[in-house]
């Protein structure tokens, strides 16, 4: 993200909110059971572009990566032990490059959704041919006003679905105005967005990330396997799956996640990407202080067989667990202790600024 180093009023927030709405109240992950696929360390990135690794996606064999927003906003491809293949600059000059999604069409989307001050009138995609480096410029708005957000997912139909970031309450799901698809955005727009859901993870008990006691609810990445029947959307230190048997991605954000891999010790964790198998990639920036890495740096993750898993359990009984539900006591707890542990950290952080 270009930053959590920049956040607004937090205080009058917090106060505002500091209890969650029953119609909005974080989901009890309790509820959604924790996978236990196999899963391995597939290489660690060297390239100083990416200690701030934001994006990754695979097409045709091929894995991609983009840096958050910087001085090098060239979309990477790596190898299979992470090595720099080539560097494809950005098509046009982009604000705050947030995640990397593959569309249908083999071409690679640049979500340039970052929005951490609320103040972006338009938010946009950023088309690009992995072979030619071309691409254009789609610009997009919302509804209801600027939003930050860090998640991009692009259905197998080419429909893009963008889930904002909120530290408070519901994350928004929008996509393109009547539904439209990627190959059907006009270039620069802007196209009118609209919201079609809403969605609340967390918080859960996997460690890492950034901010003690929110790092759990904070949607950071999404993607959508190959053939679109199953979505991830992930936080700094989990990965909510959820099944799309009709590869309707909107609707299985609404009816909730089914499965949850725990990614812990990550400490910025916003990458996530399905490979052409099945398997499941995740990648965190590094812990930079003052331009320097410091410890070792993250490895991108390999969950092996996931889509697999969606195959075989398509005719199971189990029913999955909504993404926002009327909350019972125990929720509306847990929900008002991670608003407050995450508006001391806010704060604290702030002063520190």
Known sequence: MRSLRAVGAVGAVALAVAVPSAQHAAADTAEVPVADFPSEALCTPDDPALDELSGLAQVGGRL?????????????????????????????????????????????????????????????????????????????????????????????????????????????????????????????????????????????????????????????????????????????????LFHAPDADIASALGRGPVLRVPVPDEPQGEAVAFTESGDLLTGSEATVQGGTVTGERPPIRMWKEVTDHFAAESGADAEPTPGSFEAGPVALAVGTVVVAAAAVALWWRIRRT
């Open 64 to 240: 991609f990566a983009t840096p958050d927003a910087g001085v090098d906003e060239s979309v990477v491809e790596l190898d299979a032990k992470c090595g720099v293949v080539q560097r494809l600059p950005v098509p046009v000059d982009p604000y705050d490059i947030e995640d990397l999604a593959a569309g249908p069409d083999g071409r690679l989307w640049l979500a340039d959704i970052g929005d951490n001050t609320s103040a972006r009138q338009t938010v946009a995609l950023i088309s690009l041919d992995p072979d030619s480096g071309a691409g254009d410029l789609y610009r997009l708005s919302y509804p209801d006003g600027p939003r930050d957000a860090e998640a991009v997912l692009v259905s197998a139909s080419g429909e893009p679905l963008i889930i904002t970031k909120s530290l408070f309450g519901a994350s928004g799901i929008y996509r393109p105005a009547r539904g439209r698809t990627v190959e059907q955005l006009e270039t620069p727009g802007p196209v009118p967005l609209e919201k079609v859901g809403s969605l609340s993870l967390g918080p859960t008990d996997t460690p890492g990330g950034p901010l003690p006691g929110a790092s759990s609810t904070l949607i950071t990445g999404g993607a959508v396997s190959v053939d679109g029947t199953v979505a991830a959307v992930r936080t700094y230190t989990d990965v909510f």
